[in-house]
């Protein structure tokens, strides 16, 4: 074969696979641009009044990548579910408020599966891919590399309460955020400039003292599952983050400093 026929192919294959970039990258950039309509807005805060805080730039970040986790994400119902645009609107706006001022992205994640309530598993361990909670009747399922498995009872009540420091969505889309490192240990991808070594102290230091809380019969401003396991707190540590901040920075403010540096956010500070 000739070499200029050789030469023309590979360019022809790397034009190809440019223009498919190209696209993608205008088609995420539109997404991103893209406003919720009215009608989809007013559900969305109905259903998670949780993002009512939120500044205005924030706000706008959100329902960007709502859209672009649309995109990306299919919602699928089990066991007869029929999911509704109701449903999209409220998971899609508990998953998106982690990421909304951060690079991160659900980059790998493609379906999360809807059931009507807690559902069985029979699973009752993890091997560092696999996170799930509860042996029997479980509420939610995060994959490493998913999907996402959610109890639409919880998902729903949980955005609907934004401050009783239980969200099976935020929780569970926090262990597909810890995931991004490759591994499911409590240790993210940290921000650029964070250190590890402090992130490392204050998320062992706050573990620890949670654990001899529980210990001594105490309550605990995170949820008690967080002492399970360094994964587990992390994800338990995000939902206080956003459901009770000022409660964490003040009984944890070195925890409460490294994930305000984590996800670029500081929700003890919104009105």
Known sequence: MSPWLVFGGVLLVAAVLWYRW??????????????LSAEQREVMEKLVPLVKPLPQPFRQTLEGKMNLFFDQVTLRGINGLEVTEAMRLSIGAQACLLVVNSPAWYDTLRNVLVYPSAFLTGRGSHDGQFVHEGNHATLGESWARGP???????????????????????????????ALSGHVNGIPLLRKGQAYAGWEKAMLDAYNDHGERLERGEQTLIDPY??????????????????????????????????????????????
Do not use: M
């Open 22 to 35: 190209q696209s993608r990258r205008q088609r995420r950039k539109t997404l991103l641009a893209k406003p």
């Open 226 to 271: 967080g002492a399970t396991s360094h994964q587990e707190f992390f994800a338990e540590a995000i939902v206080a983050f956003f459901e009770k901040p000022k409660a964490l920075r003040s009984e944890e403010p070195a925890l409460y400093a490294q994930l305000a540096e984590l996800l670029a956010l500081d929700p003890a500070q919104w009105e």
């Open 148 to 178: 996402v498995v959610l109890s639409w009872d919880d998902a729903l009540h949980g955005g609907l309460d934004a401050g009783d420091g239980h969200n099976v969505v935020i929780h569970e889309f926090a262990h597909q955020l810890d």
